[in-house]
C-alpha cells in the first residue's frame, strides 16, 4: 500500500459554496442606471417646454405613421380623452394635424407637420450628440461592454 498522499491540487469548488448572485440588487442597480441615463437624455431636446409624453407622441408618428387618436392612445398606454389632450396641444403648436378620413367622417388620421419631424430629427441628433461625447470619454473596453450590454438590454426589452 503506498501511504503518499498526492500531492495534486484539489479544484477550486468554493463557487459551489458561494450563494447565488442578488438578483434583487443587479436589478435595482441596472433600473437606476437606466432611468438616470434616461433622465440625461430626455434633457437633449429641441424645444425645451415639450413634455415627454408630448414627444413620445411625435416620436411614435415619426417612426410608425399616421395614427388614429384610438391608436395612438393605446401606443402611448394612456386613455383616449388623454390623448385628445396631447394631440391638441401638438397640433395648436403647429407640429401635427388632424384629418378626417374622406370614408368614414368620424375617424381623424393625425399625422405630423414638417415642423414635427424637424422637432423629431432635432432632438434625436442632440441624444445621439450627447451620447457620443459621453462615449467618447471612455475606455475602449467600457464602450464594447456597452455595445454588447445595449444588445441585452434590447433583447429584455422585447420580452
Known amino acids: ?31 437606476m442606471a437606466t432611468f438616470r441615463l434616461a433622465r440625461r437624455l430626455r434633457a437633449q431636446r429641441a424645444v425645451d417646454t415639450m413634455s415627454d409624453g408630448q414627444f413620445a407622441v411625435l416620436a411614435a408618428l415619426t417612426v410608425h405613421g399616421a395614427h388614429t387618436l384610438g391608436q395612438l392612445a393605446d401606443r402611448e398606454r394612456v386613455t383616449a380623452p388623454s390623448m385628445n389632450r396631447t394631440v391638441t396641444l401638438l397640433e395648436n403648436a403647429g407640429y401635427l394635424t388632424r384629418t378626417p378620413d374622406e370614408v368614414d367622417r368620424r375617424k381623424v388620421t393625425i399625422d405630423l407637420t414638417d415642423d414635427g419631424r424637424a422637432v423629431v430629427d432635432e432632438t434625436v441628433r442632440r441624444r445621439d450628440a450627447w451620447l457620443e461625447e459621453a462615449l467618447s470619454s471612455l475606455a475602449p473596453d467600457e464602450r464594447e461592454a456597452l455595445a454588447r450590454a445595449a444588445e441585452i438590454m434590447r433583447k429584455m426589452a422585447e420580452r
Open 1 to 31: 500500500m503506498n501511504d503518499s498522499v498526492d500531492a495534486s491540487p484539489l479544484p477550486d469548488l468554493t463557487f459551489a459554496r458561494t450563494p447565488a448572485p442578488d438578483l434583487s440588487a443587479a436589478a435595482s442597480d441596472l433600473r
